[in-house]
């Protein structure tokens, strides 16, 4: 007889079930005043998942989740996967016409929703006919009350069986460059990414960590869930604040927070006297995602944080995470995002197609577990962004160091093409950046008769410094070459941005 070890179906529930069964009495979630043990947690859970049963929602129903980060975003999380239902998150930023196209095409048959936001979700709901729970309140109009519904229903877990490849959600991308799309991510990719999380960042069990990131965002969710799915604590930052985050680090002993550069702008912004005032002395694990942290500010960071392991990675919703710079490397590459991530190979492609080794630039393909499984809905959309062997692209151009080090150059839409030559703005926002004068660079490529595009740069400035387009020239001039210093200069008081913390460069308006 010829034994297969395939191990257990992964399952984003079962990291909560093991911890309800080994620690039950440990603190898994704390919000506020508010707290649950894992066993509460697991009993919650269950609870959740009879109610979507009781409604009489099918194996594999889409439910679509529109709350912020609070506790019972965990639960709700965990329970729709033991009812072997798919979660559909919805930006609580959204409109109620950007909502109402994500129930639509996600067929959501359910929704639940923080009271707050039943503007955002209530009539789309109402218009499809589907179950709406609120959250947080007594039942408004035909809203059913969350708490009611968990009271009466059955706290054992059902046990439903679920494919370790079936999605546990379909994320909705921000739609920089259109209409978002539903990206499906299975319980197997997404239980991979809690422990290799985990370990790399120290989440698990005996850790305490900070949710600052939305939880209706991948990566927010990725790194506010991976705690309670390996026996550690998370901790809920139900809006940011930088001071709220300081005060939270400090009366609970966060150990790990993950951030993006425009909260370390903030943190900076507070003054190295006010961080000061805080018992930070448990920190010791940050890591920050979504845009380029800047080598000045990095620089800054791990001045102001000194012991505290300070990593970089580079990921996107469809292919999770692909690569990270570890303390070791912190000052030896700076600018760089690192070397692939566990069990990820990446490759490298120029505008012909052929793969391009160390020193060459190119677009960025990478091959891992942590893949999505396609669009939903999109057969074509997933084509048009996957390789014959399975390799996966979001657009990014990068180059690889001597060492195979991959630094993040910009986007193949982001790309300007003036009089003929490749210009990459990440490379020149690098260099305004360690101007004095500016907090944030944003380089776009705008029309030109002569040169069919030329580089233009918008700017946030430090307080009380006003723009001096010959001095921030004069700057470029000692890093870059004539052809990639910027022609026209503005200034803005905030860059718009996405969820995920990332620039939205279509909404950045033009220097006249």
Known sequence: MTLTAVGAPLNIANGVREFARATPTVTAVIDGERSLTYAELAERAARWAHVLLDLGLPDGAHVAVCVGNRLEHLEIACGTAMAAMTMVPVNPRYTPVEAAYVLEHSEAAAVVVDSALLDVVGTAAHERGIPLVAIGGAEVGAAL????????????DPQRLVDESDPFCIAYTSGTTGRPKGVMISHRSRALTFYQAAAEWGLGNGRVSLAVAPLYHGAGFAFGYAPVFTGGTVVMLRSWSPT??????????????????????????????????????????????????PWELKQWVMATFPGVAVHELYGSTESGIITNLRPTDATRKPGSVGQPWYMTEVRVVDTEGNVVGNGGTGELYSRSPYLMRGYYKDDAATASCTSPDGFVTCGDLVRLDEEGYVH?????????????????????????GTHPDVVEACVLGAPSERWGEEVVAVLVLAEGRSLDASALEEHCRTSLAGFKIPRRWSTIDALPRNAAGKVVKRDVPLPA
């Open 244 to 293: 709220t985050m300081l005060e939270l680090v400090a009366k609970h002993g966060v150990q790990s927070v993950f951030l993006v550069p425009a909260h370390a702008q903030m943190l900076r912004a507070l003054g190295d006297e006010a961080i000061a005032g805080f018992d930070l002395s448990r920190l010791d694990t940050l890591y920050f995602n979504a845009a380029a942290l």
């Open 145 to 156: 009350d969350y708490e009611r519904l968990l009271a009466a229903a059955d706290p054992t």
């Open 408 to 432: 993040i150059v910009g986007r193949t839409k982001d790309m300007i093409v003036s009089g003929g030559v490749n210009v990459y703005p990440r490379e020149i926002e690098d260099v305004l």
